[in-house]
């Protein structure tokens, strides 16, 4: 007979090894252990051991769902604005479409307890509490579209598709920065410059716990405004699996119309070719499918898509 409970601080073997008997996806780490889990979802201070439910069968878990809460509008502290199932998992198993159903039905009712009105399938920001570094790669998209087990069960118990993020990469051995007469000029009178920082924010120090931010700033010669500037991180531990030193964008802060006047583009290639002399051999990154002139930009710079992550959203009600 299968139940459901809570997380005990036993589970973590048990879940590691339910997480290893997925299919095998890029944007998910496979080979993940008990120490993973514990450092980077069981530490973490909104960790909830009621919102981590996990199937029982006899005295074997055989799936979790882990139901989470976003952040505030200030990102100071949790809010019941906004919610997530931030993963759900079963393994192989004769009734497993039951379960699934069951654990999603458990989470959902997690959240509704909590005062939750509207959940998110899958975490992306501002909803994104866990599972950075350990699924989707530079960030967290939602729910990948290669993830077909949970993108099919979301769509079953009426989640809609709201927006889309692109996943790109590429490889930095062959990378040489783009040439043209606007971007030759404006490398003689712009100058870039780097360095480490931390996130602003309590939510984002929670969830970027693990990671190594560099923003790389452009500026004018002799003069100190910053005009543009993106952040990468060193992608860990999923980009081990990749067998590569992956460097992931964070976030791009630029205009529009510093992108038609070439800047961005400036500070991105000179940004790349600073990180492969890092010995850092990947790039990877995500952007809005709506933001188009993003995608193009990283489409110029030699990235290419590999996937593409859903924003599901349900209303839950009372």
């Given at each position: 007979?299968?139940?459901?409970?809570?997380?005990?601080?036993?589970?973590?073997?048990?879940?590691?090894?339910?997480?290893?008997?997925?299919?095998?996806?890029?944007?998910?780490?496979?080979?993940?252990?008990?120490?993973?889990?514990?450092?980077?979802?069981?530490?973490?201070?909104?960790?909830?051991?009621?919102?981590?439910?996990?199937?029982?069968?006899?005295?074997?878990?055989?799936?979790?769902?882990?139901?989470?809460?976003?952040?505030?509008?200030?990102?100071?502290?949790?809010?019941?604005?906004?919610?997530?199932?931030?993963?759900?998992?079963?393994?192989?198993?004769?009734?497993?479409?039951e379960i699934e159903a069951e654990l999603l039905?458990?989470?959902?009712?997690?959240?509704?307890?909590?005062?939750?009105?509207?959940?998110?399938?899958?975490?992306?920001?501002?909803?994104?509490?866990?599972?950075?570094?350990?699924?989707?790669?530079?960030?967290?998209?939602?729910?990948?579209?290669?993830?077909?087990?949970?993108?099919?069960?979301?769509?079953?118990?009426?989640?809609?598709?709201?927006?889309?993020?692109?996943?790109?990469?590429?490889?930095?051995?062959?990378?040489?920065?783009?040439?043209?007469?606007?971007?030759?000029?404006?490398?003689?009178?712009?100058?870039?410059?780097?360095?480490?920082?931390?996130?602003?924010?309590?939510?984002?120090?929670?969830?970027?716990?693990?990671?190594?931010?560099?923003?790389?700033?452009?500026?004018?010669?002799?003069?100190?405004?910053?005009?543009?500037?993106?952040?990468?991180?060193?992608?860990?531990?999923?980009?081990?699996?990749?067998?590569?030193?992956?460097?992931?964008?964070?976030?791009?802060?630029?205009?529009?119309?510093?992108?038609?006047?070439?800047?961005?583009?400036?500070?991105?290639?000179?940004?790349?070719?600073?990180?492969?002399?890092?010995?850092?051999?990947?790039?990877?990154?995500?952007?809005?499918?709506?933001?188009?002139?993003?995608?193009?930009?990283?489409?110029?710079?030699?990235?290419?898509?590999?996937?593409?992550?859903i924003g599901f959203v349900k209303e839950v009600?009372?």
């Open positions: 007979m299968i139940h459901y409970r809570s997380f005990l601080n036993w589970d973590p073997p048990a879940i590691a090894e339910i997480w290893r008997t997925q299919p095998p996806l890029r944007g998910r780490l496979q080979a993940i252990t008990p120490v993973m889990l514990e450092e980077l979802i069981f530490a973490k201070p909104y960790f909830d051991r009621h919102g981590f439910i996990v199937a029982v069968d006899d005295s074997r878990l055989v799936g979790f769902v882990h139901a989470a809460l976003g952040a505030s509008e200030d990102e100071s502290t949790v809010s019941t604005d906004q919610a997530a199932i931030c993963q759900l998992m079963v393994v192989p198993h004769a009734r497993k479409g039905a458990a989470g959902e009712n997690y959240l509704r307890r909590k005062g939750v009105r509207q959940v998110f399938g899958g975490c992306r920001y501002p909803v994104n509490p866990f599972y950075l570094g350990l699924y989707g790669g530079s960030d967290l998209p939602g729910v990948l579209s290669s993830d077909l087990t949970f993108a099919s069960l979301l769509r079953a118990y009426d989640y809609r598709e709201g927006a889309r993020r692109i996943l790109l990469s590429r490889t930095l051995e062959q990378f040489k920065a783009p040439v043209s007469g606007k971007l030759i000029q404006l490398r003689l009178t712009h100058r870039v410059s780097n360095l480490h920082v931390i996130p602003d924010t309590w939510w984002s120090a929670c969830v970027w716990v693990h990671a190594d931010w560099t923003r790389y700033e452009l500026r004018r010669k002799n003069a100190d405004d910053v005009l543009v500037s993106a952040t990468f991180w060193d992608v860990m531990p999923i980009a081990r699996e990749w067998g590569v030193h992956a460097a992931g964008l964070v976030r791009i802060d630029d205009t529009e119309e510093a992108r038609e006047a070439g800047l961005t583009m400036l500070l991105m290639s000179e940004a790349l070719l600073q990180i492969h002399k890092q010995g850092i051999t990947l790039i990877d990154a995500q952007a809005p499918a709506s933001d188009t002139s993003l995608v193009s930009l990283l489409t110029q710079l030699g990235l290419v898509e590999y996937d593409s992550g009600g009372q």
